[in-house]
């Protein structure tokens, strides 16, 4: 694993030139968030040009680890490096990603994003499905979707996930997670915003124990953390 650079203040703190997209990097490490990765790569074709995607990937640290102090589970397996979210397999049991694209060469006049809006949200979500899988979650389904709106004012759809991670089970370990994921697609200045994550939702207690330093686990703060920070991204 490739650990990003955080040690620059500021919202957009990961940036290099305005590729990557602007996050709320101080709140998500003041919350225990760990910047994991930078990313760019190519993360589709179009006929006239490639997609590149600038993705920031970030992770709960402490929930990480601790639960690999219980050494209760295999962590699951790391995810594919083509994808949006790119991660070589530490466990990541709850992150949270934003990715800026870049059309390469620049789209000619007259082609703008709301042209290639449905193509880049079915895209996204064929991504990010495959990207769970990938990390080694099962029946992972596409759920209902809803408007939303970022801090930037823009106006985006988000979608909703659901998936689990199946475990080996036994007297002190659940025999799945159950996880939910969601995932947005926008545009801010003519340029397209992805941003997401996934949780777990229940069985993640059994495998914390009952240890009085364990993190808190309520999928519910969970669900409210990370579409906080997808509306932050711009």
Avoid: C, N
């Avoid at 500021?10 to 709320?24: E, K, L, R």
């Avoid at 466990?91 to 059309?103: E, K, Q, V, Y």
């Avoid at 364990?214 to 409210?224: K, L, M, Q, S, V």
Wanted: without cysteine; negative net charge; aromatic residues 8%.
């Amino acid at each position: 694993m490739t650990h990003g650079s955080d040690g620059t203040d500021g919202a957009s703190a990961p940036d290099d030139a305005g590729a990557y997209p602007a996050v709320p990097h101080d709140r998500l490490l003041a919350e225990g968030w760990e910047l994991r990765s930078k990313t760019e790569e190519t993360v589709f074709r179009l006929p006239a040009a490639s997609v590149v995607g600038y993705t920031l990937l970030y992770e709960d640290a402490g929930l990480r680890g601790a639960i690999e102090a219980t050494d209760a589970v295999e962590p699951p397996a790391g995810a594919d490096a083509d994808h949006l979210v790119t991660a070589d397999g530490d466990g990541t049991w709850r992150f949270f990603f934003a990715t800026r694209l870049s059309f390469q060469p620049p789209l000619a006049p007259g082609i703008g994003p709301a042209s290639l809006r449905p193509t880049v949200a079915s895209q996204a979500k064929r991504t990010f499905a495959d990207d769970l899988e990938s990390r080694g979650f099962e029946a992972v389904e596409s759920g209902r979707s809803q408007r939303f709106r970022a801090e930037s004012g823009d106006r985006g759809r988000l979608r909703k996930f659901t998936a689990h991670l199946p475990l080996g089970g036994g007297e002190s370990t659940p025999d799945r997670i159950d996880v939910e994921g969601w995932l947005a697609v926008w545009t801010t200045e003519g340029s397209f915003r992805i941003a997401g994550g996934a949780y777990p939702v229940s069985g993640i207690e059994s495998l914390l124990g009952s240890a009085s330093d364990a993190p808190p686990t309520d999928p519910g703060a969970f669900r409210e953390e990370l579409l906080d920070a997808i509306r932050a991204v711009s």
